[in-house]
């Protein structure tokens, strides 16, 4: 024989089992027809809509979850990708030092992109969620075990109401009557009836209120998810506008690099030239002298070069160059302005033309050559 657990009496587990003996015949009476069921129409539609609200909070607390899971690994998959950068960066690249300062405030960079700050942003934003949203959904939806189990537990008492109502009813309606047996039905009856009340007065309080929350922690959980990833979506913004500005200067970089390369190349093969026709050159005469000398410069230009590369302008204050054009030197007009190796100019054809010197700009100075 099982042994009886602690606390449990054998009467009271012949008690239980005698309930649910008699749970289970009213059930199977009410099915066939021989006995009337009671029904609320109202508490059926308010459990209806709790099994509903249920389900939905809780799918919305696994996506949640799922969404929380994802940005992990989102982090995870962007810092394994900063990483690859800032390894491969070589040490002559623009930016290399912000690169490599993880945890530096660089200050007196042009640019800064700060990865342990972005590693930051990333552990805030999943925490940020994790406390308003997920904590938010997990505090809602704790409430729903207790309601369901005392759901339950008045159906369970409904049915004992039902029987003791069927039961004394046929003792009043026995041809011999026990007065005492009905006596001790209605008593039974009148406690089960008070029983089932109090959890029928309790829970049509609760669904309703339960039911009318669910708005608040929908906006409250949607409001605090949607402002945690503004707020995080504006700072990862910049960060990506940084690393960008870095690219380009990369970029920048290399074709200054490239073309200086060419320049030089270019140099090379003049100087050669220059010597093997070193002879000529001397013995020619003082006519020969071109419109290039700075003696027949137009007034107010420095000295003519001559593009060696083509250079695509990337600013508006910025002057095209086609090679072989050639170009009037100017001055800037505020010397504090002018970077190092970039010039002050106006393609010589076009002041031929117009004779005014507004379609000057600014041009690198190792994609030319002076003449």
Same mark, same amino acid.
């Given at each position: 024989?099982?042994?009886?657990?602690?606390?449990?009496?054998?009467?009271?587990?012949?008690?239980?089992?005698?309930?649910?003996?008699?749970?289970?015949?009213?059930?199977?009476?009410?099915?066939?027809?021989?006995?009337?069921?009671?029904?609320?129409?109202?508490?059926?539609?308010?459990?209806?809509?709790?099994?509903?609200?249920?389900?939905?909070?809780?799918?919305?607390?696994?996506?949640?979850?799922?969404?929380?899971?994802?940005?992990?690994?989102?982090?995870?998959?962007?810092?394994?990708?900063?990483?690859?950068?800032?390894?491969?960066?070589?040490?002559?690249?623009?930016?290399?030092?912000?690169?490599?300062?993880?945890?530096?405030?660089?200050?007196?960079?042009?640019?800064?992109?700060?990865?342990?700050?972005?590693?930051?942003?990333?552990?805030?934003?999943?925490?940020?969620?994790?406390?308003?949203?997920?904590?938010?959904?997990?505090?809602?939806?704790?409430?729903?075990?207790?309601? /369901?189990?005392?759901? $339950? %537990?008045?159906?369970?008492?409904?049915? *004992?109401?039902?029987? =003791?109502?069927?039961? !004394?009813?046929? #003792?009043?309606?026995?041809? /011999?009557?026990?007065? $005492? %047996?009905?006596?001790?039905?209605?008593? *039974?009856?009148?406690? =089960?009836?008070?029983? !089932?009340?109090? #959890?029928?007065?309790?829970?049509?309080?609760?669904?309703?209120?339960?039911?009318?929350?669910?708005?608040?922690?929908?906006?409250?959980?949607?409001?605090?998810?949607?402002?945690?990833?503004?707020?995080?979506?504006?700072?990862?913004?910049?960060?990506?506008?940084?690393?960008?500005?870095?690219?380009?200067?990369?970029?920048?970089?290399?074709?200054?690099?490239?073309?200086?390369?060419?320049?030089?190349?270019?140099?090379?093969?003049?100087?050669?030239?220059?010597?093997?026709?070193?002879?000529?050159?001397?013995?020619?005469?003082?006519?020969?002298?071109?419109?290039?000398?700075?003696?027949?410069?137009?007034?107010?230009?420095?000295?003519?070069?001559?593009?060696?590369?083509?250079?695509?302008?990337?600013?508006?204050?910025?002057?095209?160059?086609?090679?072989?054009?050639?170009?009037?030197?100017?001055?800037?007009?505020?010397?504090?302005?002018?970077?190092?190796?970039?010039?002050?100019?106006?393609?010589?054809?076009?002041?031929?033309?117009?004779?005014?010197?507004?379609?000057?700009?600014?041009?690198?100075?190792?994609?030319?050559?002076?003449?």
């Amino acid at each position: 024989m099982a042994e009886i657990g602690k606390g449990v009496t054998a009467g009271k587990l012949a008690i239980n089992v005698q309930k649910r003996l008699t749970r289970a015949q009213e059930k199977v009476l009410q099915k066939l027809g021989k006995a009337d069921e009671t029904r609320d129409v109202v508490f059926e539609e308010m459990v209806a809509n709790f099994n509903k609200q249920m389900g939905e909070g809780t799918k919305l607390q696994k996506d949640l979850k799922a969404y929380l899971a994802a940005v992990k690994t989102m982090h995870d998959a962007s810092r394994r990708l900063q990483d690859c950068l800032a390894d491969m960066y070589e040490p002559d690249w623009f930016g290399k030092e912000e690169m490599d300062a993880l945890a530096e405030e660089l200050i007196e960079k042009e640019m800064d992109i700060n990865l342990e700050d972005t590693d930051t942003m990333w552990l805030d934003y999943h925490q940020s969620i994790t406390d308003k949203s997920l904590q938010n959904m997990d505090m809602y939806l704790s409430q729903f075990p207790d309601i /369901k189990a005392r759901i $339950a %537990k008045r159906d369970r008492k409904l049915v *004992d109401f039902d029987s =003791a109502r069927h039961h !004394f009813t046929s #003792l009043q309606k026995g041809k /011999k009557k026990d007065e $005492a %047996k009905i006596a001790k039905a209605e008593e *039974d009856l009148g406690r =089960a009836q008070k029983i !089932f009340e109090e #959890l029928n007065v309790e829970l049509q309080d609760e669904l309703p209120a339960l039911w009318d929350r669910r708005v608040g922690v929908y906006v409250n959980t949607f409001q605090s998810l949607a402002g945690h990833r503004e707020k995080f979506h504006k700072e990862m913004s910049k960060l990506s506008e940084n690393l960008n500005d870095i690219m380009t200067k990369l970029e920048e970089q290399r074709q200054i690099k490239k073309g200086a390369t060419a320049a030089s190349k270019t140099e090379d093969c003049a100087k050669s030239e220059g010597a093997n026709h070193s002879e000529s050159a001397s013995s020619a005469p003082k006519s020969a002298v071109t419109n290039g000398s700075d003696g027949e410069l137009p007034p107010g230009f420095l000295y003519k070069v001559k593009a060696v590369h083509d250079y695509a302008a990337t600013d508006g204050d910025e002057l095209e160059l086609k090679m072989g054009d050639l170009v009037l030197v100017l001055a800037f007009d505020n010397p504090d302005e002018q970077d190092d190796g970039w010039l002050m100019g106006l393609k010589e054809s076009h002041w031929f033309q117009k004779k005014d010197i507004s379609a000057k700009g600014v041009f690198p100075e190792n994609f030319t050559q002076r003449v």
